[in-house]
């Protein structure tokens, strides 16, 4: 089981020196429409990921490999990806960068554009049972083979007591190697970012029953 940041203070430092070691960092992303309360929440969390890797780092040492979620390509071509696509997380990945850290390209560019076509067909909704297996298969199929292949990688550039940082969704299912120490960074804002998030969705269902009950009603003519 990770651990997180809180739960790694009281021990010795001497403790966490030998072996591979891995920080892991939820990524979490916010789209330009998103509301003013949530980005307050969002921009907090990176700041706060930003100090307690600072933590982590002055007692267990410098970050040596970078590996963020969706990112194929190594070195600079892959920094450029990272910035257009999260610029809390470039922010990270930049800092790891100026003190020697290297950038991995963590995935498979033809699995992780396999999963996304097949994201895209299942969310128009499929009428067909048989089409929709065969995406849902396709895309089950690709999903676990892009755990294997990340988990694999990470495994095979990792060196030994080496410290890596992970940049990756909360709810991922990779298996990470069972020789490498694992630090979850779990900062107090994303208890808030998850909290905001459940509320919203909740809302949003609430607001999605209301219109089709009010639908009906129209339908069978009685009072919305």
Same mark, same amino acid.
């Given at each position: 089981?990770?651990?997180?940041?809180?739960?790694?203070?009281?021990?010795? *430092?001497?403790?966490?020196?030998?072996? @591979?070691?891995?920080?892991?960092?939820?990524?979490?992303?916010?789209?330009?429409?998103?509301?003013? =309360?949530?980005?307050?929440?969002?921009?907090?969390?990176?700041?706060?990921?930003?100090?307690?890797?600072?933590?982590?780092?002055?007692?267990?040492?410098?970050?040596?490999?970078?590996?963020?979620?969706?990112?194929?390509?190594?070195?600079?071509?892959? *920094?450029?990806?990272?910035?257009?696509?999260?610029?809390?997380?470039?922010?990270? *990945?930049?800092?790891?960068?100026?003190?020697?850290?290297?950038?991995?390209?963590?995935?498979?560019?033809?699995?992780?554009?396999?999963?996304?076509?097949?994201?895209?067909?299942?969310?128009?909704?499929?009428?067909?049972?048989?089409?929709?297996?065969?995406?849902?298969?396709?895309?089950?199929?690709?999903?676990?083979?892009?755990?294997?292949?990340?988990?694999?990688?990470? =495994?095979?550039?990792?060196?030994?007591?080496?410290?890596?940082? *992970?940049?990756?969704?909360? @709810?991922?299912?990779? @298996?990470?190697?069972?020789?490498?120490?694992?630090?979850?960074?779990?900062?107090?804002?994303?208890?808030?970012?998850?909290?905001?998030? @459940? =509320?919203?969705?909740?809302?949003?269902?609430?607001?999605?029953?209301?219109?089709?009950?009010?639908?009906?009603?129209?339908?069978?003519?009685?009072?919305?």
């Amino acid at each position: 089981m990770p651990e997180e940041l809180g739960k790694v203070e009281k021990p010795l *430092v001497a403790e966490f020196k030998e072996g @591979r070691k891995i920080l892991f960092v939820p990524l979490i992303f916010a789209a330009k429409e998103s509301p003013a =309360d949530f980005m307050e929440k969002f921009n907090r969390y990176w700041n706060q990921v930003e100090n307690q890797l600072g933590e982590l780092e002055v007692k267990l040492g410098q970050i040596g490999r970078i590996y963020h979620e969706l990112i194929s390509l190594a070195g600079d071509d892959g *920094v450029k990806v990272i910035k257009e696509l999260n610029e809390k997380s470039y922010r990270i *990945v930049e800092n790891r960068l100026s003190k020697g850290g290297k950038l991995e390209a963590v995935e498979d560019g033809d699995l992780i554009t396999q999963i996304t076509d097949c994201q895209r067909c299942l969310s128009i909704g499929l009428q067909n049972q048989k089409i929709f297996q065969m995406i849902y298969g396709t895309y089950t199929d690709a999903t676990q083979k892009r755990n294997v292949f990340i988990a694999k990688h990470i =495994d095979e550039t990792l060196g030994k007591d080496e410290i890596g940082i *992970v940049l990756m969704a909360e @709810r991922h299912q990779v @298996r990470f190697p069972a020789d490498i120490q694992l630090f979850y960074v779990a900062p107090p804002a994303l208890d808030e970012i998850n909290r905001w998030l @459940r =509320d919203h969705d909740s809302r949003a269902q609430q607001e999605k029953t209301e219109e089709k009950t009010g639908d009906k009603s129209e339908e069978t003519g009685g009072s919305p």
